[in-house]
């Protein structure tokens, strides 16, 4: 700070001749003001699953010199593909399911059928089961865990026991 200050103020003498206080005072200021900026991060949807990776643009409202916290702009994906049924075949992660959507897991179809009061009922290899956010059901060698349940869909993270 010290350094920037004496520059300005060998500035302010080489070239103008005389610096003001409040010219300093500025100086000093706008120092402070950048090491204080908080940055506000607001982000895009995350792009397609594109070669196994998705990204997104984040810009940060405040145009903080230094920003901070960067959120992430590029995340590792799986596509998703289909069986020879065209039915999709579920990933060991996350899993997206609209109400009648159905994909195919490890060898057992998974079906979610309805969703009432945030409780998720899915028809798992002809057996139905209700899950709420964060209940977890085995079915055979596979896991089911309930990430989160809307009005509308449930994510779903799959995996093998």
């Known amino acids: 700070m010290r350094k920037i200050i004496f ?4 500035l302010c003498l080489v070239v103008i001749a005389g610096c003001s206080a409040s010219q300093v005072s500025k100086t000093e200021t706008s120092k402070e003001n950048i090491q204080n900026c908080v940055s506000n991060w607001v982000c895009q949807e995350w792009g397609s699953c594109i ?4 990204t997104r643009y984040c810009a940060d409202q405040n145009n903080c010199i230094q920003s901070n ?12 593909t289909t069986n020879n049924s065209g039915v999709p075949n579920g990933v060991v992660g996350d899993n997206k399911l609209n109400i009648g959507d159905k994909i195919i897991f490890n060898g057992k179809p998974i ?16 057996y139905l089961k209700t899950l709420h956010t964060g209940d977890e059901i085995s079915a055979g060698a596979v896991r089911i865990r309930a990430v989160s349940v809307t009005d509308n869909d449930i994510i779903i993270y799959l995996n093998t026991i």
């Open 111 to 126: 079906t979610l059928v309805k969703i009432l009061e945030l409780k998720a009922t899915l028809n798992v290899d002809g």
């Open 7 to 10: 520059t300005i103020m060998t």
């Open 69 to 80: 916290n960067i959120p992430e702009m590029k995340k590792s994906c799986v596509t998703q």
């Open 51 to 54: 070669s196994n990776f998705q």
